[in-house]
């Protein structure tokens, strides 16, 4: 299966650079990105306005979250069929920055989860990681295994056909690692593979046939994707930072156009 590498642009980028950012990748990824398949998740302003823009060519479009309900009375929130209606095929749940910024715990996020789960046509990716504290003493095999379990929970054992699950420890996000004062450094690569095959056994063991797709996410870049996106190390990258810097896309998307 190809490497699945997903832009996520946070809240960087105002709607009219969005818009322009995605004419330039729409340049760069017409046919281009056969190595791998390319995501790219604008802001919810922008999704309107840069899905027409990707149409046709090889890069997908994501959103950075969902709500779990399909509509109502919900101020402020949007659903999986809403943003499928927009052009939305992957959406994020569970990212650190919400569960940092916006409280959201386990009871919101396996309800998200579900909720896109069951929307035709849209793949969640369930973000899970530890913190340094944890990673330092030691237990973050339970956190991140408690996370999963409990993003999972909603999610019938027998239709958890195609999961993709993004391993970002909060101390490897540039941005995450700031807030606790110290600069995001990725994790090394033979870290990353024990928490990969820790994370496939797992999800085998529930479901035998389970294609679970185990992403990594943490400052990465296109300095360092070809050693975390590699066989037995991740399936695939979830990038922050340097997805919105233009030379960076056009590197990541060059190395897979040669793939
Ligand atoms: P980063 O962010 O690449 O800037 O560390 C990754 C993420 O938060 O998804």
């Known amino acids: 299966m190809k490497p699945l590498i997903i832009a996520n642009w946070k809240m960087k980028l105002l709607p009219a650079e969005q818009t322009r950012f995605a004419r330039v990748l729409a340049g760069f990824g017409k046919g281009h990105t056969r190595g791998c398949s390319l995501v790219v998740c604008p802001s919810f302003d922008s999704i309107a306005s840069v899905a027409p823009i990707l149409e046709g060519s090889s890069i997908a479009v994501g959103a950075q979250d969902c709500f779990w309900e399909e509509r109502g009375a919900y101020t402020g929130e949007v659903s999986p069929r809403a943003l499928r209606q927009l052009g939305v095929s992957y959406v994020l749940v569970g990212h650190s920055e919400r569960r940092i910024h916006l409280g959201e715990g386990d009871e919101i996020i396996e309800k998200k989860y579900a909720a896109a789960h069951a929307t035709k046509g849209v793949q969640p990716i369930l973000c899970i990681g530890e913190s340094a504290r944890a990673r330092a003493s030691g237990s973050y095999r339970d956190v991140i295994k408690k996370q999963l379990a409990a993003g999972l929970r909603l999610v019938p054992k027998s239709t958890r056909a195609r999961l993709i699950i993004a391993y970002e420890p909060l101390w490897a996000i540039s941005t995450a690692a700031q807030l606790i004062g110290t600069k995001g450094k ?74």
């Open 186 to 259: 990725p994790i090394t690569p033979h870290d990353c593979s024990e928490v990969y095959y820790f994370l496939k056994k797992i999800l085998t063991r529930e479901r035998p046939l389970s294609t679970a797709v185990i992403l990594y996410g943490g400052s990465a870049t296109s300095k360092n994707i070809c050693v975390f996106v590699a066989p037995g190390v991740s399936d695939g990258a979830l990038v922050g930072g340097a997805s919105v810097e233009r030379a960076e896309m056009k590197k990541i998307i060059d190395i897979y156009s040669r793939q």
